[in-house]
């Protein structure tokens, strides 16, 4: 069978498998895959010739790197400690001391071999740990530490998989070389993921600003980062492409909500072309592992070394060691964690054990198994090979099966158990009646709409919300500012960049004056002073370059994004070593923002100038840009940030009601068609699911 039938057989499966577990939920669509896999390999006798390093870059990279993009980062950054020590060092207990006791269970496995097939045992599936943990109702904290323990252990047990294997197959370990790769193979492999993923963002944040709005393009563009990244960490700098593509993920998650709202368009299709894309290689690869079942079970039969039954005991004695492992360590972790020591010895026992059972094994483990060479560098067969493949994928089987039976009589509930690339719906319109002549255009259109939000926030604005009110009008702004420049020529364009220029330039110098009040009163230290100082006279400059190029700098966001951390790493380590620091610091910009509001209300009062000559959008945006800072620093101690966000979730809803009301008026009226009604809609209807999912993962 050509490797063209093959693909086509196996996407086949894939769809065959979703539709059988669409009837039946309780089997997870993993088993059904590899059932479906196994059976048509016997049937057609087929066999599937796997080449380690493509595999790894068609299957691990993309899905390690949508892992990244998908987790919680606050959660990530919160439990950063106890996900270190369950993603790092318990996988390598896992793998030294599962080694050594399957070495000592199956005499006739090498030590190395042991150590690379407990290495890829210990990475628990993201997907199938979060749904299953979510069911049992474990502790919040359990849960996302579990969580993102799932997606971090992928990469350090396929590091330590990576070392063994290699050892496995030269015979040679030095444990001072050992220790130098697995730094080299981390950190660099961390740096390089940080520094790739930035450049990505810096072209797509380019290509927004000049508005390049190519929604085909920019997909494209990010669906190939994951294998860019990859490809360049391990050819060319031989670092850790795993570890590369998680850091690769998880950065962009965090930067991408910068550009999503300004082009949500781009996000909705790649969100989707992404869920087609894991869909896939999640369900090609387990079907593979369905497939290669026959061709380890014959290699396990047909051995004189181990019988089957014997294979099939390995199976539960190595699950078991897992599991033993794994409640031992989650048990210990309760007992030197503050939140648990109150809790009964039950209790920890139960959350210990669930723990253990929720560790599902899944696509990582059997993507590593299927990478395993052929044979060691002299040429001799590699030790256990298909009782390795057989070993791991009874594991995986065995762990979704104790799964199934075990948790549902702990909740007392039946459950659906998923795994990574199920997709969900997605609600289409197909009401296309344009038979209205469009009066308006799609630009027009979503600026009336965005201004209608806009409106409808300020309505909304109350003296315990107006910080969240400020930022969401500044996201709406920004959009219509763009919107506005594409309507408008060069020399409206042109205009309004003077005006921005000019009024820019007329506040920063009411603040210098300020500035200057503050220290000669004795309001504000020296210190405080240069810091701020230094800052206006940068952002003078910038403004005063700008007015000669007469263009934007194209890599605004990143850049301020920078100049931000080191700001907050600056006060953070200036309040370290006097708490009044901080304090004077917060005053110091409150009053800067005021002063700087007041110099331009003083500026269009002024008889000399005409206030009606400056561009409306510009004016109104400045000012909600300072008031924005004022909020923010009269709410810094008393407005938290879980009720901050509570805040603009609400006020986004409103405003979204606002734009639904704005779009019926457009199409009650017949200035835009049904069509153009349906893009628009489905416009609206992404920003809510965002704004739905970002209430999901904050409950």
């Not at 002549?437 to 926030?457: D, E, F, G, H, P």
């Not at 810091?531 to 966001?557: C, G, I, M, Y």
């Not at 200036?574 to 917060?586: A, H, L, P």
């Amino acid at each position: 069978m050509t490797i063209i039938e093959t693909v086509i057989g196996l996407v086949l499966l894939v769809l065959l498998s979703n539709l059988i577990n669409h009837y039946f939920k309780f089997i997870p669509v993993s088993l059904i895959q590899i059932f479906l896999g196994t059976f048509f390999a016997l049937i057609l006798n087929l066999k599937i010739n796997l080449d380690s390093s493509w595999f790894l870059l068609l299957f691990i990279a993309p899905l390690l790197y949508n892992d990244g993009r998908k987790f919680p980062k606050e959660e990530l950054w919160k439990l950063k400690g106890a996900i270190f020590n369950n993603a790092i060092i318990l996988v390598f207990i896992t793998m030294l001391l599962g080694g050594y006791l399957i070495h000592l269970v199956i005499p006739n496995m090498p030590l190395a071999v042991g150590i690379s097939l407990a290495a890829i045992l210990a990475p628990t599936d993201p997907v199938a740990v979060h749904s299953i943990s979510r069911q049992v109702k474990l502790p919040d904290k359990i849960l996302h530490l579990v969580s993102g323990e799932s997606l971090i252990n992928d990469a350090s047990g396929l590091i330590g998989f990576k070392y063994a294997i290699a050892v496995a197959i030269t015979g040679y370990f030095s444990l001072t070389q050992a220790l130098g790769d697995l730094l080299y193979f981390g950190i660099f492999g961390l740096v390089l993921g940080f520094v790739l993923i930035s450049l990505v963002i810096l072209s797509i944040e380019w290509l927004i600003m000049k508005g390049f709005n190519d929604v085909v393009f920019n997909t494209v563009l990010q669906i190939c980062v994951p294998f860019i990244i990859y490809i360049v960490t391990e050819e060319t700098f031989h670092a850790s492409g795993v570890i590369a593509v998680v850091v690769a993920g998880v950065m962009f998650a965090s930067k991408r909500y910068s550009f999503i709202r300004i082009q949500p368009e781009i996000n909705l299709v790649s969100e989707r072309t992404w869920d087609l894309i894991i869909y896939l290689l999640n369900g090609v690869m387990f079907t593979i592992l369905g497939v290669e079942l026959p061709v380890a079970m014959h290699g396990t039969i047909e051995s004189e070394n181990v019988s089957t039954l014997k294979a099939i005991l390995f199976v539960f004695v190595m699950w078991l060691i897992l599991l033993v492992i794994r409640v031992v360590w989650t048990y210990c972790y309760q007992i030197f964690t503050r939140d648990y020591r109150n809790v009964s010895v039950k209790r920890r026992l139960k959350i210990a054990f669930l723990s253990g059972i929720s560790g599902v094994r899944g696509a990582i483990t059997m993507a590593a198994a299927l990478t395993i060479p052929m044979q060691t560098s002299a040429g001799d067969p590699f030790p256990e090979r298909s009782l390795i493949l057989f070993i791991a994928a009874g594991v995986i089987i065995l762990s979704m099966v104790v799964a199934i039976v075990v948790l549902p009589f702990i909740v007392h509930d039946p459950m659906e158990l998923k795994t990574r690339g199920v997709l969900e719906p997605l609600d289409d319109d197909d009401d296309s009646d344009d038979e209205e002549k469009q009066q308006v255009n799609s630009n027009q259109a979503k600026l009336y709409i965005l201004k209608s939000a806009v409106r409808s926030l300020e309505e909304q604005r109350r003296q315990n919300n107006q910080l969240a009110v400020y930022q969401l009008i500044l996201e709406y702004q920004f959009m219509v500012k763009r919107l506005e420049s594409a309507e408008q020529g060069e020399d409206e364009n042109n205009a309004a960049t003077a005006d921005q220029i000019k009024l820019r330039k007329v506040a920063l110098k009411g603040q210098l004056k300020e500035l200057k009040r503050l220290y000669q009163t004795h309001q504000i230290h020296e210190k405080v002073y240069l810091k701020f100082e230094r800052s206006l006279q940068r952002q003078l400059r910038a403004v005063e370059r700008k007015a000669r190029v007469n263009r934007d700098w194209p890599f605004p966001t990143v850049i301020e994004s920078a100049r931000r951390l080191w700001r907050s790493l600056s006060l953070w380590i200036g309040i370290k070593r006097d708490e009044s620091y901080g304090t004077e610091f917060r005053y110091a910009e409150r009053m800067l923002a005021k002063s700087a509001i007041s110099a331009l209300s003083a500026y269009l009062k002024d008889p000399d100038v005409n206030e009606k000559e400056f561009n409306r959008e510009v004016l109104y945006h400045m000012i909600i840009s300072y008031r924005s800072v004022i909020e923010k620093q009269k709410n810094e101690e008393s407005l938290g940030k879980q009720e901050y966000q509570e805040q603009v979730r609400k006020l986004r809803f409103k405003s979204i009601s606002a734009q639904r009301l704005a779009l019926q008026y457009l199409v009650e009226q017949h200035y835009i068609t049904h069509q153009s009604a349906i893009a628009l809609q489905q416009y609206i209807n992404h920003e809510e699911s965002l704004n739905l999912r970002a209430s999901v993962l904050s409950n």
